[in-house]
């Protein structure tokens, strides 16, 4: 963009000359703006949190909603990634190159994973207008090819707009030990979970810096504060005593749930009387996805449901104990006379989460490998559960019932369930109206309009030189003193995610008969259902035999809505389909990969990828008496492999989806001396859930040492895990035979290599050495 004109004087003597400071000012945000903080959790359906009725407590968003505004029919686009890229640019997920998560971009426009620059965000346009903008938390916005130390920062949150940012990039992390970005590089956590470490914690405290930070510097200066915590994405953790705080206060189970919560919604004026509550299993056995079936409750046996009952009590515990955090913020604000004028949203991206089963997980990754969970090994970890011990998601019971009333859950975006959501705003400033429900219709895509509505600036034309889309959503300001149910200024929202299909308009709403991630496709076969949300808020009618013109009208408002945003074709791929595609990287394809000791961890969006193929790993090592450590690691307990030196022997260890016993392969005494030390697995087809199975050997020098059976993982180690690792292992351990990184020591470990192509180990492993030499 052009340098403003200069219309000073200039003369050769600057005693002669006349300064003009215009093109050198910083900008001013408008008098009196507040400042905006938007809380975003994840996984959360509305009839969870206790200001909408449910059992898990909320005191900070209790505190709010007492003084500020409860939303009843604030939307999402049912999944994390496209949600996001709304409240960022105020333009619908497929405009804004997410109609799907990241990690499941597949080359199409609608779907590139990729802001656009027609699509300023709100970042930008609030740095424009002088303020300071921070994001804290979670980043899912990030092309999974750029999660890396040298790959490209363009869609970095610092270049979005944002001053600093302190979170993590991708869709999840262990909150035990996270994988955290402080502004645009990678750093270890500050202290460890055995010192008081819990994510959540540690994101208020670095909220708080920031804050604090600027009004050192910059007092008058207003501030844009986007709050990303993990919660409630799994894993779920928790410290144990919020666990406890919940014992058997789910123990009447799910079912039982979603009557009870479903009478509070109604007492509390969240639901109109009458709202009647919906199957657990809506969809017909042909159009299911079986990993989304609800188990009923009468049906468990007394271990499931101990287990189940459980899990809900870790979610709440994890639910609470980031709210009380995010109190801590709230208290600060109040505490430097800055809440009063702070806007608030405090809301979650989609509806609960079905990602753990009918059997809940001790592993979430199952899930993204297509593996399915097992009942005993999950209930030997019950009494850890929540810990870090687990990477734990309760069953798709507790995702309908967190859901109530509504049908399914996160990913089905033609349904409520997936996509009505909690929504509190507060703003005592600039709100008169105080502990009030509102029934007006919204959507996520509608924050940004709102926020500079409330400013009073607009989204330019024209940013950077680019002709901008104009914006998708409507402020909501309207709301704010509107009378609860005063009539709605939106009038059409398109909604479509990973095979479903949906368009609510002025108050009627359709709906597909279609799962997600189900690989049928046959999207002209599709049967929509038409339901008068107006008068049936839990969508538990089907009106398309009454009301023919009224679907048809709504289905082609929704071709006209998918043509205009993008959003063709339809996917509705298995997640495993859908995560492993093989995309574009900044650098050229190659079978072989040289890494060396102590470079940060590798992101598993860049490292060598073993998935599905044979593989050879080589450690090019002097050793002397006693050397020991990690030569190369990546993954975690939850996945992943690591080949180290312990006891003076080699071992290789292959945790497969964390599933015990640990697949090791061990040598004899190892020399001192100049080695070559590594293995070779050669896939020799697929076992039951497609996962690859083998033969392992293990080498010393030309020696094979060890040799045995072993199958590995096709998926993804984990959505955000543990990176690739040379001379340590980051974070978690992926072997529960060392700890603390068990970093090498002993000798010099020169470099690693990985090869993926078809030779043998033996043709590799002089070529191999020659090549870390070398470098």
């Known amino acids: 963009m052009a340098r403003p004109a200069f219309n000073g004087v200039i003369k050769l003597d600057v005693r002669d000359s006349v300064a003009d400071w215009a093109p050198y000012e910083t900008p001013k945000a408008p ?58 640019t105020g333009r619908n997920h497929h405009a804004n190159g997410f109609g799907v998560i990241t990690e499941a971009t597949n080359g199409f426009p609608g779907a590139s994973g990729r802001l656009p620059e027609e699509c300023a965000t709100i970042g930008q346009v609030l740095q424009k207008n002088g303020y300071s903008t921070f994001w804290i938390g979670k980043n899912h916005n990030v092309p999974e090819e750029d999660v890396s130390t040298g ?42 979970p055995e010192d008081g470490y819990h994510l959540s914690k540690d994101l208020v405290d670095q909220t708080i810096r920031l804050i604090r930070d600027q009004n050192a510097s910059n007092p008058s200066k207003p501030w844009y504060t986007w709050f990303c915590p993990g919660a409630n994405h ?25 009557e009870w919560v479903l009478a509070r919604m109604i007492e509390r004026g969240i639901l109109p009387e009458g709202t009647a509550l919906t199957p657990i299993n809506p969809l017909p056995d042909d159009q299911a996805n079986p990993a989304d079936y609800v188990k009923p409750w009468e049906t468990l046996s007394e271990d499931e449901k101990r287990l189940f009952i459980r899990m809900a009590e870790v979610f709440a515990g994890f639910s609470e104990y980031t709210d009380v955090q995010v109190g801590r913020l709230i208290d600060y604000l109040e505490q430097t006379g800055q809440l009063d004028n702070t806007l608030i949203f405090y809301c979650a991206d989609n509806g609960a989460s079905g990602e753990g089963s009918p059997d809940g997980s001790v592993n979430e990754n199952k899930f993204f490998n297509g593996f399915p969970d097992d009942l005993a090994e999950n209930l030997s970890k019950i009494d850890v559960l929540g810990g870090p011990e687990t990477y734990n998601h309760y069953p798709t019971g507790w995702a309908t019932a967190f859901s109530t009333p509504f049908q399914m859950f996160k990913r089905y975006s033609q349904f409520s369930g997936g996509t009505c959501d909690p ?18 219709y919204h959507h996520s895509v509608d924050i940004v309009a709102t926020v500079l509505d409330v400013i009073g600036i607009e989204m330019p034309t024209v940013f950077r030189g680019v002709e901008q889309r104009p914006l998708d959503g409507v402020s909501m300001k309207y709301s704010f003193d509107a009378a609860p149910d005063g009539p709605t200024q939106k009038h059409v929202q398109y909604y479509t995610m990973i095979g479903t299909r949906g368009i ?103 490292a060598v990828n073993v998935r599905g193929r044979s593989y050879k790993i080589i450690a090019d090592v002097v050793l002397e008496e006693g050397a020991e450590g990690v030569l190369f690691a990546h993954g975690s307990r939850f996945g992943g492999h690591s080949l180290f030196i312990k006891d003076n022997r080699l071992t290789y260890v292959y945790n497969f989806l964390g599933i015990p016993p640990e697949q090791v392969f061990t040598s004899g005494e190892l020399t ?43 998926g993804k180690f984990t959505l955000a895990g543990d990176g690739l690792c040379v001379g340590f292992d980051s974070g978690d351990a992926v072997s529960g035979q060392y700890s603390d990184g068990f970093p090498f020591s002993g000798g010099k470990l020169l470099g690693v290599g990985i090869d993926v192509s078809e030779e043998q180990y033996l043709d590799l492993e002089l070529e191999a050495l020659a090549a870390l030499a070398r470098e």
């Not at 992390?173 to 402080?182: A, F, G, Q, R, S």
């Not at 001396?673 to 690859?692: I, N, P, Q, W």
Request: net charge negative; with cysteine; aromatic share 12%.
């Open 151 to 192: 790959g490209s920062k363009e869609q970095w949150p610092l270049a979005m707009g944002f001053d600093r940012f302190y979170g993590f990039i991708g869709g999840e992390t262990n909150n035990w030990y996270p994988d955290l970005v402080e502004d645009n590089h990678f750093i270890d956590q500050p202290y460890l």
């Open 672 to 714: 001192p001396g100049k080695h070559a030390l590594g293995m070779e697995f050669v896939r020799e087809g697929a076992g039951d859930h497609g996962e690859s199975v083998g033969t392992c050997k293990l080498y010393i020098d030309d020696q094979v040492v060890a040799e045995g059976p072993m199958r590995a993982q096709i």
């Open 423 to 440: 929504m509190v705003i507060h703003w005592p400033a600039g709100i008169k109206a105080k502990g009030e429900v509102r029934h007006q």
């Open 504 to 606: 609510w308009k002025d108050g009627w709403k359709a709906a597909t008969i279609h799962a997600p991630l189900t690989g049928h496709g046959r999207f002209d076969e599709d049967r929509w259902e038409l339901y008068h949300v107006d008068v049936d808020r839990s969508e538990s009618k089907d009106l398309a035999a009454e009301h023919p013109e009224k679907l048809k009208e709504l289905i082609d408002t929704w071709f006209e809505e998918a043509g205009r945003n993008n959003v063709m074709p339809l996917d509705d791929r298995s997640a495993r389909e859908q995560l492993t595609i093989e995309r574009p990287q900044s650098e050229p394809p190659r079978t072989r990969y040289i890494y060396y000791p102590d470079t940060t961890a590798v992101a598993e969006s860049v």
């Open 31 to 88: 008098e009196g703006a507040p400042n905006i903080l938007v809380i975003l959790y994840d996984d959360t359906g509305m009839a969870s949190w206790s200001p909408y009725g449910g059992r898990i407590n909320m005191p900070t968003l209790d505190r709010l909603a007492k003084d500020g505004l409860t939303y009843t029919q604030w939307h999402t686009t049912a999944l994390c990634s496209p949600t996001r890229s709304t409240m960022l």
């Open 234 to 258: 799994a894993p779920h953790h928790a410290p144990k005593e919020y666990i406890e705080k919940y014992k058997g206060v789910f123990d009447d189970g799910y079912d039982a749930y979603r």
